[in-house]
């Protein structure tokens, strides 16, 4: 395990839209490491950088058609080697966006595979026998190719699935995940993976990472777990302190049978995280979640699902909450600044590794728009970095209609100038939150966690190591008796906490960290 995890608080960074440094309207590498200062003041020593590889941009990049070629729109591979170094200098760590289980129907390995004649990538997606033979329960594409066959979507129409092979058989085209093609296609990837860390970065997140092995429909998924498990023996010989994460949001399988240092937790429908921030299916105006004030919310419908996945991989890895990602919608959908402080102060003391989405700092808002480059409804969740009130919310000295993706123009649309330096603002409170992680290892990535109170309604209170900590996002005032905060004294709150002896007094919404 990578000893710097321990204490790392990632910033994800959606490149196209973070800073435009040469006034094309899309953000660039350059103008990352012109903001690397700005990363830094936020108390994040990690990045988690979106997809930069050379692609045809129709899913933003998930579809690449060169690995070892940074995107023109970004700039070239010495910028990126630059960024590394820029990184570093400043003590942060950057994880790049590895896309292992499919490419750009425009990658010259797809381009290969789809000729008639055999040869060497042949094998590297899936294929059936014939052009009328479909693929059961799969996604697939016939009469694309002067190949006799169909191939295997991973997603969209334009996402061949690379040929990790399947955990069941049933076809005689199918082949087993330790068949020499699939094996070759495991060892391509590793090979992706040595350019980048001899370059410079620091690690991967891996999308999709569970869909690698077909028909792998087991508890364990053990034959994907053993294809990550062999990567990270490769990793732990030639790059220790490299990191992994993945897009899985299963710890079990993903940290403990698969490997992984880190497993996103990740918003689905129902689970714990999703009870949190975003418990309004089907409509945003019926939020139920825990954060939301005098909703109602349960934290016992979190715990129920995080434990188990907590106590099952904590010994293995580390689970990581996020306060958004690029494929959701920024929790300001539906939650005020104040509880998003109450959230966000949750997450970054709780344990595992967490992840800031840019703009999440200071508030950003989620927008209604047109898809752009396969975004959909998460489009709204990918625009401009709002840094302050000049042109173009100083993303970009671009005209307007050059803009990758339309600013916020709305009224009170936040940005950094106005709240740094400003107390009591989301973003200074996020700084305050993150200054207290790294100063406290009790509230760092492998400190023990254990519930001491949690009834709905009350004030859910819970131990990291030898601290006690309680949120409780509701209007009304409470008090919770438990002899576990006796003698503790708070170094730490959000809204009106008080103490007497081992009574812990919560006037509205609030959060304490007690020592």
């Known amino acids: 395990m990578p000893e710097w995890l321990k204490d790392a608080v990632f910033y994800e960074i959606y490149p196209q839209s973070f800073y435009d440094s040469n006034g094309d309207g899309i953000g660039d590498l350059q103008g990352i490491i012109a903001r690397l200062d700005y ?91 014939g052009a009328f033979q479909g693929i059961a329960d799969h996604l697939y594409v016939a009469g694309a190719s002067e190949r006799d066959a169909c191939y295997m979507l991973n997603f969209f129409v334009f996402q061949p699935a690379l040929n990790y092979g399947w955990g069941k058989v049933t076809e005689p085209w199918q082949k087993r995940w330790d068949d020499p093609s699939c094996i070759a296609t495991r060892e391509a990837m590793k090979d992706i993976m040595r350019f980048w860390l001899d370059m410079g970065c620091d690690g991967f997140r891996c999308d999709m990472a569970d869909s690698l092995v077909k028909n792998d429909e087991d508890d364990d998924k053990i034959h994907v777990s053993m294809i990550w498990k062999n990567i990270r023996q490769m990793l732990d010989e030639e790059y220790p302190e490299t990191a992994l994460v993945s897009e899985w949001s299963n710890p079990r399988q993903a940290v403990t049978n698969g490997g992984f240092h880190m497993d996103f937790y990740l918003d689905h429908w129902n689970n714990g995280y999703n009870t949190l921030l975003r418990d309004y299916e089907p409509h945003p105006d019926d939020d139920r979640s825990y954060f939301r004030k005098d909703g109602g919310g349960d934290i016992n419908r979190f715990l129920d699902d995080y434990l188990p996945k907590y106590y099952s991989s904590r010994k293995d890895g580390y689970i990581s909450f996020l306060t958004c990602n690029h494929d959701t919608p920024r929790a300001t959908r539906t939650l005020s600044t104040d509880e998003l402080k109450l959230a966000y102060a949750f997450f970054l003391t709780m344990p595992g590794v967490p992840f800031i989405y840019y703009g999440d700092e200071i508030g950003m808002r989620y927008q209604k728009l047109k898809s752009k480059e396969g975004g959909y409804q998460r489009t709204g969740s990918r625009t401009p970095m709002q840094w302050d009130h000049s042109r173009n919310d100083g993303f970009s000295a671009a005209e307007k209609d050059m803009l990758y993706l339309p600013v916020d123009e709305s009224a009170g649309a936040p940005a950094v100038s106005d709240e740094v330096n400003v107390k009591g603002t989301l973003l200074e409170t996020v700084k305050e939150l993150t200054a207290l992680r790294h100063r406290y290892e009790d509230l760092q990535a492998d400190a023990l966690f254990r519930p001491l109170y949690a009834k709905k309604g009350e004030p859910f209170v819970y131990e990291r190591g030898n601290m006690v900590l309680a949120v409780y996002p509701d209007s009304e005032t409470r008090t919770v008796e438990t002899a576990e905060i006796k003698g503790k004294k708070a170094v730490y709150s959000i809204g009106q906490v008080s103490l007497d002896d081992d009574r812990l007094k919560m006037e509205g919404p609030s959060f304490v960290v007690l020592i």
């Open 39 to 129: 990363v830094k003041s936020l108390g994040c020593n990690a990045i988690w950088l979106n997809p930069i590889y050379d692609s045809p941009m129709k899913d933003a990049g998930y579809d690449v058609r060169d690995y070892k070629k940074v995107a023109a729109r970004y700039g070239t591979n010495e910028d990126a080697r630059a960024l590394f170094e820029a990184c570093h200098k400043k003590g942060i760590h950057v994880l790049m966006d590895l896309v292992p289980g499919h490419t750009s129907d425009e990658h010259p390995w797809f381009r290969a595979s789809q000729k008639a004649e055999s040869n060497a990538y042949s094998d590297r997606y899936v294929w059936t026998e």
